[in-house]
């Protein structure tokens, strides 16, 4: 067992994706789920509130998109990968995203084990 897990704060405005991520981070004894938001000003409060390791980002979602947060969360707590996952294909919002301050990005098509390793990486 590890000493810490790297805590993850998921952000995706759809519960089903919120639910299998957090199935499949369950499976993966270093990672847990510290929290989940379903729009950018509930990812921004709870980066805030909880301080995660990793965050999570879904980019088209209510009230506050995933690249806004990024930009909030990114200025306010730098040390924070925000890793971007998202079914898009759009490059401008990826690159739109990049320049907010995420880390890195993902398609939502991604393996189980892509993902986990991502996550590790990122705390590295």
Same mark, same amino acid.
């Given at each position: 067992m590890p000493e810490?897990?790297?805590?993850?704060?998921?952000? /995706?405005d759809h519960p089903l994706v919120r639910l299998g991520l957090t199935a499949l981070l369950e499976v993966c004894d270093d990672l847990?789920?510290?929290?989940?938001?379903?729009?950018?000003?509930?990812?921004? /409060?709870?980066t805030e509130q909880l301080q995660p390791d990793v965050i999570l980002m879904d980019?088209?979602?209510p009230i506050m998109d995933g690249i806004a947060a990024t930009r909030v969360i990114h200025?306010?707590?730098p040390h924070i990968p925000i890793?971007?996952?998202?079914?898009?294909m759009d490059?401008?919002?990826?690159?739109?995203?990049?320049?907010?301050?995420?880390?890195?990005y993902l398609f939502?098509?991604?393996t189980c084990d892509a993902l986990a390793d991502t996550i590790r990486a990122?705390?590295?």
């Amino acid at each position: 067992m590890p000493e810490k897990s790297i805590s993850v704060l998921m952000v /995706d405005d759809h519960p089903l994706v919120r639910l299998g991520l957090t199935a499949l981070l369950e499976v993966c004894d270093d990672l847990e789920v510290a929290g989940e938001a379903v729009n950018g000003k509930e990812a921004v /409060d709870l980066t805030e509130q909880l301080q995660p390791d990793v965050i999570l980002m879904d980019l088209m979602m209510p009230i506050m998109d995933g690249i806004a947060a990024t930009r909030v969360i990114h200025q306010k707590s730098p040390h924070i990968p925000i890793i971007v996952l998202t079914s898009s294909m759009d490059t401008d919002m990826i690159q739109k995203a990049h320049e907010a301050g995420a880390h890195s990005y993902l398609f939502k098509n991604v393996t189980c084990d892509a993902l986990a390793d991502t996550i590790r990486a990122a705390v590295e």
